[in-house]
T-cell receptor
Framework: AQKITQTQPGMFVQEKEAVTLDCTYD???????LFWYKQPSSGEMIFLIY????DEQNATEGRYSLNFQKARKSANLVISASQLGDSAMYFC????????????WGAGTKLIIKP | DVKVTQSSRYLVKRTGEKVFLECVQD?????MFWYRQDPGLGLRLIYF???????EKGDIPEGYSVSREKKERFSLILESASTNQTSMYLC?????????????FGPGTRLTVT
């Protein structure tokens, strides 16, 4: 069965420090995609970054990077130089390319940035 | 920019009422989704649709139905609301044939059933 696990229910990080949010996944498919979304207190889900299972390079988008370790089945999100506005819930999700309409979601990590 | 709108941000209904949650997207996306979000459980898929008048059950369809009469609009219906349907409801849309198939979300509707 496909599954996403986020083991950190909550994290506190000092402003300007880097932060790593953990995500492990379980799938028997060779072709899949991994996503990170941010959900501020306003409620809207914001797409951050994507990594395809065949991508050799780790994905980066501004201050976000995805540390993709295929053998370990992990897809951790790294936020460099954290800012107060990064305080939010963060969700890891996976899509199976054979059923590309659906995402499988982790339970989320609540990140709080301390000034 | 992709815009997904939901008819209400907050809604309070009584047990047994019929509830309609509306979702509209303006980017001609083929796929549309309804999720509910509860603390500690992440997002759970209720229904999705990949075309007009087409619908597929997600993980938790019981107690819900959907309607997609037009491409841009996807409605979630609670036939007889119950207190265990108190939750945050999120609508999303995505393109069908473009990797990475990321989903774009509306602002959510926080539904309380009393």
């Amino acid at each position: 069965a496909q599954k996403i696990t986020q083991t950190q229910p909550g994290m506190f990080v000092q402003e300007k420090e880097a932060v790593t949010l953990d995500c492990t996944y379980d799938t028997s498919d060779q072709s899949y995609g991994l996503f990170w979304y941010k959900q501020p207190s306003s409620g809207e889900m914001i797409f951050l970054i994507y990594q395809g299972s065949y991508d050799e390079q780790n994905a980066t988008e501004g201050r976000y990077s995805l540390n993709f370790q295929k053998a370990r089945k992990s897809a951790n999100l790294v936020i460099s130089a954290s800012q107060l506005g990064d305080s939010a819930m963060y969700f890891c999700a996976m899509s199976n390319m054979d059923s590309n309409y659906q995402l499988i979601w982790g339970a989320g990590t609540k990140l709080i940035i301390k000034p | 920019d992709v815009k997904v709108t939901q008819s209400s941000r907050y809604l309070v209904k009584r047990t047994g009422e019929k509830v309609f949650l509306e979702c509209v997207q303006d980017m001609d996306h083929e796929n549309m989704f309804w999720y509910r979000q509860d603390p500690g459980l992440g997002l759970r898929l209720i229904y999705f649709s990949y075309d007009v008048k087409m619908k597929e059950k997600g993980d938790i369809p019981e107690g819900y139905s959907v309607s997609r009469e037009k491409k841009e609009r996807f409605s979630l219906i609670l036939e007889s609301a119950s207190t265990n349907q108190t939750s945050m409801y999120l609508c999303a849309s995505s393109l069908q044939d473009r990797v990475p198939y990321e989903q774009y979300f509306g602002p959510g509707t926080r539904l309380t059933v009393t």
